[in-house]
């Protein structure tokens, strides 16, 4: 058996085994073999890699990634593709397939057990409906994962790559862009799934940076001051940093004026930097 990722091969697979598709999983098999090429790419994939799958599928991707990497964990919550992954992922004995809600999975945890504590390569066409709580897991739960390269819905994707001062830039732009550098790796229109989605995905890479570019002295300030600066868009930080809850609108004013940013800016033009000696100042009036 060669590449499943045929509009052909997989319906043979499908059909061989009666597996119905689950929308509410999130279930679209790619179906594109230039596509998985530049995951592959993307993920600078080579023989010494630890690969984390979140929802293999049929194991299109799965496949490709066993062929050249060290070792691939692929956790998959669909008890009913299991017997399939199994005979398409039969020949590779560096794949192991999880049965798990990988919400459900304490990922430092399996990096210790099944990857030699890692480091890890997240790669994976995400299901859609959960994709920023994957992605901000692996992020933020101290998981030594160096690239991330998934395949997200294109808005989303865009949001995560937006600039300041765009429409797409908001919190979720800096959640992810504070730890990676980001990079749009591939486009796949929706007509490279089966069955078809109503969304158009891109490929994202989501690069981790291995020092610290940021200078934020709270983390937790940090991420309040963002959220509050956004909470509603179209308000200046003078009146948005009131979200915070404990500064005056005086102390705003001082804050803004110390971090040398005009009152009258608004969150959605403040680049990370200035976030982050913004958050400091905030930081050193709590009271
Ligand atoms: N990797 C395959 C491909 O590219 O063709 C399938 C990708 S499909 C977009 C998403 C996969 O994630 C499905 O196999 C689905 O069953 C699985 N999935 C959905 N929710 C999950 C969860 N909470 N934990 C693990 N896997 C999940």
């Known amino acids: 058996m060669d590449r499943l990722s045929s509009h052909r091969a997989t319906k043979e697979v499908v059909q061989k085994h ?13 179906i ?9 790419d993307g993920a600078r994939l080579s023989e010494g890699d630890n690969i984390i799958e979140v929802g293999p599928g049929i194991g299109t991707l799965t496949r490709e990634m066993g062929k050249v990497a060290q070792k691939v ?72 994962v160096t690239d991330i390269v998934v ?21 979720l732009s800096i959640a992810v862009q504070y730890h990676c550098d980001t ?12 069955p078809q989605p109503n969304v158009d995905s891109t490929v994202i890479g989501l690069h981790v940076r291995e020092e610290r570019k940021y200078k934020v002295d709270n983390e937790e300030i940090f991420f309040k001051t963002v959220k509050a600066s956004f909470g509603q868009r179209r ?8 979200g915070l809850g ?15 940013i005009d009152e009258k800016r608004r969150g959605e033009t403040l680049s990370i930097e200035e976030f982050s000696i913004l958050s400091n100042i905030v930081n050193s009036k709590v009271p």
């Open 235 to 242: 308000k200046t930080l003078l009146n948005s940093l009131g």
């Open 32 to 40: 594109d073999d230039n596509v998985i090429d530049k995951i592959l």
């Open 151 to 171: 395949m997200v819905q294109k808005e989303v994707a865009d949001r995560m790559n937006a600039s300041p001062g765009t429409k797409d830039y908001g919190a």
């Open 183 to 194: 990079e749009i790796v591939a486009k796949a229109p929706r007509h490279m799934f089966v």
């Open 18 to 30: 009666n597996f119905k598709f689950s929308k509410s999983l999130g279930q679209n098999f790619l």
């Open 73 to 144: 964990v692929a956790i998959e919550i669909d008890k009913s593709l299991i017997p399939i992954l199994k005979e398409t992922l039969d020949e590779f004995d560096n794949v192991e397939v999880v049965n798990k809600d990988i919400l459900r999975v304490n990922i430092q945890e399996l990096v210790e057990e099944k990857l030699n504590g890692g480091p890890v390569k997240l790669v994976a066409n995400l299901p859609y409906y959960i994709t920023t709580p994957i992605v901000m897991k692996f992020l933020e739960e101290d998981i030594p």
């Open 246 to 260: 404990f500064l005056t609108k005086d102390e705003i004013r001082e804050v803004l004026n110390q971090a040398n």
